[in-house]
């Protein structure tokens, strides 16, 4: 009986164990955020390349151009691996142009990070975005213009530190408290959503069903004991 009781509490202790190591995941400081546009296609319709606003078309009236801005996350800021955390603020200036309007364009992010205490400088990733500029009509639905984070389950870059390999890609655009891809901007107005990105590596990861398994093995070592304790005393 002292065997399966020494086992009983053994086991119970190490749910305790597994349980402290995975809520203890590493947590990341982001300390600064920039962002540029850059390899605009067409190239020659486009003024602002290597800045973090661009702008294209012969503006129709307001004396405004259709273009997009990046404004970078305020910072330094701490997440967790495997939590989105917001990037920076994208922003369509959607406004009647002729003229040429811009095809495709990268975003240019760098990002200086620590990680368990090792500050890392200068990661840059690069995210592409495809914009179809819709023709304009009396449907304002339909005279949205679209923007696309193209592949973006794809887009993902990989750094290393201690050894430890980590992704970092671009989640998508909030939209309606929701992460997508595409974003329908309004014809003549200033459309903004926040960028979210996300930090990952299986070394972090925090799985919560895994976390509920120790959780539900604690307790049901709490009821075992409980119940041996009643057993003895009576």
Request: with cysteine; proline share 4%.
């Amino acid at each position: 009986m002292r065997t399966k009781f020494t086992n009983l509490l053994v086991l119970c202790l190490f749910s305790f164990v597994l349980v402290g190591a995975t809520a203890n995941a590493a947590t990341i400081e982001i300390n600064n955020i920039t962002g540029i546009w850059e390899n605009d296609v067409p190239d020659s319709a486009v003024t602002g390349e290597g800045t973090s606003e661009i702008r294209w078309g012969n503006p129709v009236y307001y004396d405004k151009k259709s273009g997009y801005d990046f404004d970078a996350e305020s910072t330094p800021f701490s997440v967790d691996c495997d939590q989105a955390f917001e990037l920076g603020e994208f922003t369509h200036h959607n406004y009647p142009i002729t003229g040429t309007a811009l095809d495709t364009v990268d975003l240019k992010t760098t990002v200086d990070l620590t990680i368990d205490g090792v500050a890392v400088s200068g990661l840059n990733f690069t995210y592409n975005f495809d914009h179809t500029e819709t023709p304009n009509s009396s449907d304002p639905i339909a005279s949205r213009d679209i923007v696309v984070i193209e592949n973006n389950s794809m887009m993902s870059d990989v750094f290393t530190i201690n050894d430890v390999e980590y992704t970092i890609y671009l989640s998508g655009f909030l939209i309606g408290g929701e992460l997508v891809d595409t974003f329908y901007t309004w014809e003549k107005c200033k459309n903004t959503a926040k960028l979210f990105a996300m930090i990952t590596t299986p070394g972090c990861v925090i799985p919560e069903p895994s976390t509920y398994l120790l959780l539900g093995s604690m307790l049901i070592c709490a009821v075992a004991l409980k119940r041996r304790k009643i057993r003895k005393a009576a």
